[in-house]
């Protein structure tokens, strides 16, 4: 590899990663604070705690629903007009929706219009986020080495943990530093304005950005991609995603909730599980890409499927026994990202591997935000509700296990040499 060659390929691993990263560093945002938005955007006296969190999880998943909506508008104009100038488009379009929902106004303060206006907003980032998946992946893998696009399809997973990681963070340092009142006042605006000089950052790099060879190389010769061939790797893609998708919203974003509303974990706690989950997640995201260059996507993703399915319920009962000490349960929640991570790492680069380059970023955009939107972005409704009507607090346990085994069957129909195979125009 020449030394400009390197440096375009280091380029675009950096101008792909920063945007994810302040995507999920909002979304991660948002689901450690759903409790105090909540308060602060649903309740009202005749509404309780649970429905509010209910509603609020409703706005969240409502965000998911309108991701596929993106990735099929940016996808087409990725794979139409090139990925660099979509992925700025993007990039702008989440920075400014993030903003705006520190600068919202509350129930208290406009009544009835503060959940619309928080749901308008929630809208905007689905758009862009639904934009955002496709395009990162398809630069990062375009730009790969053959023997690398496992490690480097990774970053944008590892990105995801560093943004929740980073969302979490500040969320605790907010818990601990401010009283609950000024928290519950301004204290959870501040994680989204800070969105701001984030998403200014990302833009100068992206600015920055070359188009990837192969979208140029297929530019030269431009026919349409097959569409009953991309149909159906999107509905393959979506099977092998469930797990991961999930697994990785239960255990990463809707535990603190779970934690507190149904476990009655203060938020300072809660908010210490979901970091060590998170690390865990992130300790295992590269070393899953890279191992996934070596032996291949199949074996190592179907690995962190089947031991989601296993360890589920030993996890979740360890975290609800009244006896188990503060060390055992972190390092069950641990486990758990641990395991979602050996999913997360070879993903990206599986997906990329689906879809010729004519259709990638639609194509891969579509099966990822597809399956976001159905077994993410619903993991806090469908469980806290679920919860809430059937008293059984093993209900996560049962949402990951069910949704992990039908990506099990989905992942051994894997081929096992893709990853060896250059990517098709």
Not at 209 to 216: A, G
Not at 385 to 402: Q, S
Request: hydrophobic share 50%.
């Amino acid at each position: 590899m020449s030394v400009a060659t390197d440096v375009r390929t280091r380029r675009s691993l950096l101008a792909g990663t920063v945007g994810n990263f302040v995507e999920w560093y909002e979304f991660g945002a948002y689901g450690f604070f759903a409790t105090v938005i909540a308060a602060n955007f649903f309740s009202s006296t005749a509404t309780s705690d649970a429905e509010s969190l209910i509603k609020t999880y409703a706005s969240f998943a409502l965000a998911f629903f309108f991701r596929p909506i993106g990735a099929a508008i940016f996808g087409r104009v990725g794979d139409r007009i090139g990925r660099r100038p979509t992925l700025i488009l993007v990039l702008l379009l989440m920075t400014l929706s993030t903003t705006l929902i520190g600068l919202l106004p509350t129930y208290a303060s406009v009544g009835a219009a503060a959940p619309w206006l928080l749901t308008l907003v929630r809208a905007l980032q689905g758009l862009s986020a639904g934009g955002e998946f496709g395009g990162a992946v398809s630069i990062m893998t375009e730009f790969a080495p053959r023997t690398k696009r496992g490690l480097y399809g990774a970053w944008q997973s590892f990105t995801v943990a560093l943004g929740l990681l980073a969302g979490a963070g500040l969320a605790a340092i907010l818990a601990t530093t401010l009283s609950k009142e000024a928290l519950s006042d301004w204290g959870w605006r501040v994680p989204f304005l800070v969105a701001l000089p984030l998403g200014l950052v990302a833009l100068w790099l992206r600015l920055k950005l070359d188009e990837t060879p192969s979208f140029t190389r297929v530019q030269e010769e431009p026919r349409p991609a097959a569409a009953g061939e991309v149909a159906k790797a999107i509905a393959l893609g979506i099977g092998r995603l469930m797990g991961w998708s999930a697994a990785g919203y239960t255990f990463l974003v809707v535990m603190p909730s779970y934690l507190q509303a149904t476990l009655h974990a203060t938020f300072q706690q809660a908010l210490v599980a979901t970091v060590l989950a998170n690390t865990g997640f992130a300790v295992s995201i590269l070393p899953a890409g890279w191992l996934s260059d070596r032996i291949g996507r199949r074996p190592v993703m179907v690995a962190g499927a089947a031991l989601v399915v296993v360890l589920a319920f030993p996890l979740m009962n360890l975290l609800q026994d009244k006896e188990s000490g503060n060390a055992a349960k972190g390092l069950a929640v641990f486990v758990a990202g641990l395991v979602v991570g050996l999913m997360a790492g070879p993903g990206p680069a599986m997906l990329a591997e689906m879809f010729p380059t004519r259709a990638r970023y639609t194509g891969l955009g579509l099966a990822y935000s597809l399956s976001n939107a159905v077994f993410s972005g619903s993991a806090g409704l469908i469980i806290t509700e679920l919860i809430k009507r059937t008293k059984n607090v093993d209900i996560p346990a049962w949402y990951v296990v069910v949704t992990c085994a039908v990506s099990v069957i989905a992942l051994l129909t894997l081929r096992g040499d893709d990853y060896r195979r250059e990517l098709r125009d």
